[in-house]
């Protein structure tokens, strides 16, 4: 089945750039995302990446794709306080409806 | 515009008592809707999800079930509650052929 896999944890210091990354199983994925929870709170989407794509980039967010090893990051540019949050990666096949999350990769960024 | 209602945000329930919580989607028809579970160190796990009126797929065996007796309905239910059902219980749509789901603001439950 489908098992998408991040680490637990990451702390930057302000002004320094974030990587979060991401590792997927399922080769048919279509649809790539990255989702934003800040404390208490429901989930926000904040980027997302097609299959059929390497890098987009938005803002300070850059995702990169490498497709062939089923790896996917998000680098967040000039991180701030207010970046802190937990990040989650997840997937979806165009053929199905499910949209499975990793287990979620805590950010924290000290001033 | 589209909105999702979680219901309650809160509670606290004894061991061996019911469930039942309760997502609405306003302002679309016939969308994919899931319920997710954030328990500490396991991330946020797939528990159901429904693409219409009655269909459920179960992603996971346990001790909860859900329904979806209307099109924008989703209930998560549970006749007998575990220590190990307490966690953060998100609910989410989508509509077909779109990309992005919106999660609502989740429910706390504490089985005590």
């Known amino acids: 089945g489908e098992d998408v896999e991040q680490s637990l944890f990451l702390s930057v210091r302000e002004g320094d750039s974030s990587v979060i990354n991401c590792t997927y199983t399922?080769?048919?994925?279509?649809?790539l995302y990255w989702y934003k929870q800040e404390p208490g709170a429901g989930l926000q989407l904040l980027t997302y990446?097609?299959?059929?794509?390497d890098m987009k980039q938005d803002q300070r967010l850059t995702v990169l794709l490498n497709k062939k090893d089923k790896h996917l990051s998000l680098r967040i540019a000039d991180t701030q306080t207010g970046d802190s949050a937990i990040y989650f990666c997840?997937?979806?096949?165009?053929?199905?409806?499910?949209?499975?999350f990793g287990t979620g990769t805590r950010l924290l960024v000290s001033p | 515009s589209q909105t999702i209602h979680q219901w309650p945000a809160t509670l606290v329930q004894p061991v061996g008592s019911p469930l039942s919580l309760e997502c609405t989607v306003e302002g679309t028809s016939n969308p994919n809707l899931y319920w997710y579970r954030q328990a500490a160190g396991r991330g946020l796990q797939l528990l159901f999800y429904?693409?219409?009126?009655?269909?459920i797929s179960s992603e996971v065996p346990q001790n909860l079930s859900a329904s979806r007796p209307q099109d924008r309905q989703f209930i998560l239910s549970s006749k007998k509650l575990l220590l190990s059902d307490s966690g953060f219980y998100l609910c989410?749509?989508?509509?077909?052929?779109?990309?992005?789901?919106?999660f609502g603001q989740g429910t706390r439950l504490t089985v005590v």
């Open positions: 990446i097609f299959s059929n794509m």
């Open positions: 429904s693409v219409g009126i009655g269909q």
């Open positions: 399922d080769s048919s994925s279509t649809y």
């Open positions: 997840a997937e979806r096949n165009s053929g199905f409806q499910k949209l499975v």
């Open positions: 989410a749509w989508r509509r077909t052929g779109e990309f992005e789901a919106f």
